[in-house]
């Protein structure tokens, strides 16, 4: 009977530690459950945060923002007509989740509108009178422009800049259907900082690029601009810029393009010497637009 009993005993102590490691177990994975859980929710935070950020300030672009409870740290980079916003979050027992959120950067429609340009002249055009371009009356009639001028060429066909040097001694906005400005330089004839800007209009609002067809692509190889110009360069179609067979290929200021296609076998192809410029009308400054992905990938 005594052994009946110990055998007994011996069964329910076993059982009892049995269960007691069953119950450790579990509350272990609780807890481990519970800490991976609020590391997801504090870098889902860290995405809110970044976002909210992002349409509140001037752009989306190079954010960080961080917090203690929850606790994350969040940041944003541009590229390639998105943002990626990447937050850490950490749970109270240490887990770490990384969470990746993608928006797009809408593309930015321009329609060109003469009244949108005050302070620059603005000839009206009919049929195309300007000379065909490079002869040198057309080169001239640039030069001699002494106030800040748009020049609207779009019934003038693809206009030709190849092999065209430039000195300007204002601002001087050429509105182009297409263009092509191989070896074109651009100077300052007074040493007095200008603008030179070279726009393809977009006249579809779609907040995307509408490419008519690639006539109206803007071709810039080997193109110069001295210190002194700056200008912005805008085409819902292919821009095409860099350095083939010359010493030195600059542009100063912007290139906005429905796609951007760099030459060149030998780097730098192009010094591209980014800075701000201001073209009426027209704000380039990026924007957050829809989201289209958003993942954990750690």
Known sequence: MLIVVLVVMLVLSMAGLALAVIVTETTGALVGNRDVAEARAAADAGIAAAVATARSADGPCGIETSASDPQYSA?????????????????????????????LIPWVDYSFDA?????????????????????ADAVAEIEELTEPTVIDLRNCGRIDLDGVELEIQTDVALIVDGLSGRNLTVRSSDGVDHAFHIIAPDDTVDQQPTCPDESRSISLRNVFLDEKVSGQVYSPCTITLGRRFAPVSRWNGQVYGGEVDWIGSTPPSLILAE?????????????LGPIVSQRDVR
């Open 115 to 135: 009244a949108e340009w005050p302070g620059w002249d603005a000839p009206v055009r009919g049929a195309c009178d300007f000379p065909a371009l490079p002869p």
């Open 275 to 287: 800075r701000s410029v201001d073209v009426p009308g027209l704000s380039l400054a990026p924007t």
């Open 75 to 103: 940041e944003s980079e541009c590229g390639d007509g998105a943002v990626t916003f990447t937050s850490t979050g950490t749970g109270s027992a240490g887990a770490v989740t990384v969470t990746e959120a993608v928006y």
